[in-house]
């Protein structure tokens, strides 16, 4: 099983996925999603609204396939994303987005571009 898999196809089964190349580095955060407020006593009263998870990926070096598979399988709106889960130790599937991608060219070699530094990171819905 890939680290990581996407699709863009609504109810996904297993072979809707394509797997991303493997990170170099990836970290998993957990967000908790939250209103917080004192009432008139001064008692914090806080409602966690939910929990989601931000995958942080990096890549130190990808050819123009790798590059040109991984922006395709993360530019739709919203995707789902097949990823190890460190909380629980299994595959868990959620529906998410894509930030902002970022991305070197250490040099090109006949005129095909070999990038490095590839950063992204999908946050949950």
């Known amino acids: 099983m890939p680290v ?22 990836m970290s998993v955060g957990v967000m908790d999603l ?21 995958l942080e990926l990096q890549y130190s070096f990808l050819t123009k396939q790798q590059m040109a598979t991984g922006l395709t399988a993360v530019s739709y709106v919203k995707f789902w994303v ?3 889960d460190p909380q629980t130790d299994t595959i868990r599937q959620a529906q998410f987005y894509c930030g902002d991608r970022n991305t070197g060219i250490l040099d090109f070699v006949n005129g095909v571009p070999r990038y490095i530094d590839v950063k992204f990171n999908l946050i949950e819905l």
Do not use: C, H, W
């Open 4 to 25: 990581i898999s996407t699709t863009n196809v609504t109810n996904p089964t297993a072979n809707d996925f394509v797997a991303l190349v493997t990170p170099t580095s």
């Open 34 to 54: 939250s209103k917080a407020e004192r009432n008139a006593n001064g008692k914090m009263i806080i409602e966690r609204i939910a929990t989601k998870q931000k």
């Open 82 to 84: 097949k990823y190890t």
